[in-house]
């Protein structure tokens, strides 16, 4: 008889993915190429042991009472956590896997991109040389900010924030940051500590948002965040789009009071505010941060590993509830 643990695959994964779960467990995937209503969700999770979703499937209170007994462990393919009351399953004894680590560095990549896109006006330019209208290099042509020696506020310092700050400090970037506590001096690795983000913002040429969406950061990059940005500053989000409020970024950037936003996350995807879709220095992406190859199966190995681990009755290093 087959031993190894049943789970369910409720995410729609890439197929090298899948057949990461396949080839180790009793898996079933959702092969839909959809993300499953929460009754097919509650449907096909019967009888499984571990469940495996990710920041698009919501595991509210509601779904959580209603998981079938079976189920020990929930695992998410995100780093984000969301989407799931987290409480409500550690009140049901069911133990929480994520996918920490192993995308900070993919992270961190497009968080670089997003500056550079953004300060260099990677849309209008992309849109002039398409367009057929481009006539020749002039000295006039799409000036935008320097990324180079300016100085990067993070807002987060955990492991995607450090990442972001090694590769900053490539383009000779002064970092500060703001973190709910400060950090080591060996992560800080001679960052500026500011305990508030008012005092962030009035040093960051650059803001950059890697902080997980909580009740304690939704809208915290709000209006008197914005008005206290030094000119020409450019915003970045790599994290969720929920920490920034759109109602006071997107007047900021029409008017120019922010020279140009990078955004890889927003409010309400992919149901974004139309002004994303259109302001030419916003430099957007469709929430790519951690979409690579190696680092969604990396991801998936992650999971992998936790769920035997668990059933083997060791303590997962991707346990985070
Ligand atoms: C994450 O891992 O949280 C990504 O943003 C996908 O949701």
């Known amino acids: 008889m087959n031993s190894a643990p049943r789970v369910f695959v409720a995410c729609d994964l890439p197929e090298s993915v899948q057949a990461l779960f396949t080839d180790r467990f009793q898996a079933r995937c959702n092969t839909l190429r959809r993300t499953l209503s929460p009754e097919e969700l509650l449907e096909a999770a019967q009888g499984a042991d571990a469940l495996v979703l990710t920041a698009t499937d919501k595991l509210d209170t509601a ?133 508030d983000l008012a005092s962030l913002a009035a040093n960051s040429d650059f803001l950059c948002v890697a902080c997980p969406s909580s009740p304690a950061t939704r809208g915290l990059v709000n209006a008197d965040i914005i008005d206290r940005l030094p000119p020409n500053a450019v915003v970045c989000n790599i994290a969720r789009g929920d920490i920034i409020d759109d109602a006071a970024l997107v007047p900021a950037l029409e008017s120019g009071r922010v020279a140009a936003a990078g955004l890889d996350v927003f409010a309400g995807e992919p149901n974004i505010h139309p002004a994303y879709r259109t302001l030419p220095n916003v430099f957007g992406l469709p929430h790519i941060g951690s979409s690579t190859e190696s680092t969604r199966l990396a991801m998936g190995k992650l999971l992998c590993d936790g769920i035997e681990a668990f059933f083997a009755g060791s303590d997962p290093v991707n346990r985070v509830a």
């Open 63 to 195: 779904m959580v009472a209603s998981l079938p007994t079976t189920i020990k462990v929930v695992c998410t393919y995100s780093i984000g956590m969301e989407h799931m009351d987290v409480e409500a399953l550690k009140a049901r004894g069911i133990a929480v896997l994520a996918t920490p680590d192993v995308l900070s560095e993919s992270c961190a990549d497009v968080a670089m991109l997003l500056m550079l896109g953004a300060a260099r006006r990677a849309v209008e330019s992309s849109a002039l040389l398409r367009s057929g209208q481009w006539t020749g290099w002039t000295p006039h042509q799409l000036l935008g900010v320097d990324v180079w020696g300016r100085r990067l506020g993070i807002l987060g310092m955990g492991r995607i924030g450090r990442a972001i700050a090694r590769r900053a400090r490539g383009f000779d970037m002064v970092i500060h940051y703001h973190n709910r506590s400060r950090v080591a001096p060996e992560l800080e690795a001679g960052a500026v500590y500011h305990a």
